[in-house]
């Protein structure tokens, strides 16, 4: 069976400071890949989505970044952390593949960030 | 416009039925949806709707869809304690390489 990861599953980070987040996904091949964002209080946003490995849409312009280094691992990142970067971050998988409609996105748990 | 919108708060007493409304933008969309996400986790898939069919009933999860108002409904009958959590809807959009397209979310509260 499938299965998604992410760590770490809470993080407190000073303003100006590094990200790094990964999501790994078990028991599937070439899956697209998502990430999201979702605020306090506020529905999901899509921040970038992957096909492949090195294959990276970026949905919102901003000062995050993401990279898939292999086919199951997604990393989401950002050189100097803002305020207005904290939110809970959710990673997401699906196989699909055409044009039917008929796609199911599955989440892993989410990483609860603070910026401070 | 662009957006999936759907009302941020519901609030029902248990044992009554709930009824959230959602209002997708495409009229080509085939495949609607609706996810369920518990406090602190990730989301999961509840149920979906293909786009010809106007009613589908999962146990207590009844999705009515009205394709000329664009309109998508969930209602949860005998609510249940464990049923508070937000619920997204989405549409699955004809573009690119991502299609699927959430709701804002509304957050149903059961009153015990």
């Known amino acids: 069976s499938q299965t998604i990861h992410q760590w770490p599953a809470t993080l407190v980070q000073p303003v100006g400071s590094p990200l790094s987040l990964e999501c790994t996904v078990e028991g599937t091949s070439n899956p697209n890949l998502y990430w999201y964002r979702q605020a306090a209080g506020r529905g999901l946003q899509l921040l970038f989505y992957?096909?492949?490995?090195?294959?990276i849409s970026s949905e919102v312009p901003q000062n995050l970044s993401a990279s898939r280094p292999q086919d199951r691992q997604f990393i989401l990142s950002s050189k100097k952390l803002l305020l207005s970067d904290s939110g809970f971050y959710l990673c997401?998988?699906?196989?699909?593949?055409?044009?039917?409609?008929?796609?199911?996105?599955?989440f892993g748990p989410g990483t609860r960030l603070l910026v401070l | 416009g662009e957006d999936v919108e759907q009302s941020l708060f519901l609030s029902v007493r248990e044992g009554d039925s709930s009824v959230i409304n959602c209002t997708y933008t495409?009229?080509?969309?085939?495949?609607l949806y609706w996810y369920k996400q518990e406090p602190g986790a990730g989301l999961q898939l509840l149920t979906y709707i293909f786009s010809n069919m106007d009613m589908k009933q999962d146990q207590r999860l009844t999705v009515l869809l009205n394709k000329k108002d664009k309109h998508l409904s969930l209602r949860i009958a005998d609510t249940q304690t464990g049923d508070s959590a937000i619920y997204f809807c989405a549409e699955w959009r004809r573009r690119g390489a991502n299609n699927l397209f959430f709701g804002t979310g509304t957050r149903l509260t059961v009153i015990p």
């Open positions: 997401a998988w699906s196989s699909f593949r055409g044009a039917t409609g008929r796609e199911t996105q599955y």
């Open positions: 495409d009229s080509s969309s085939t495949y």
């Open positions: 992957s096909v492949g490995i090195g294959q």
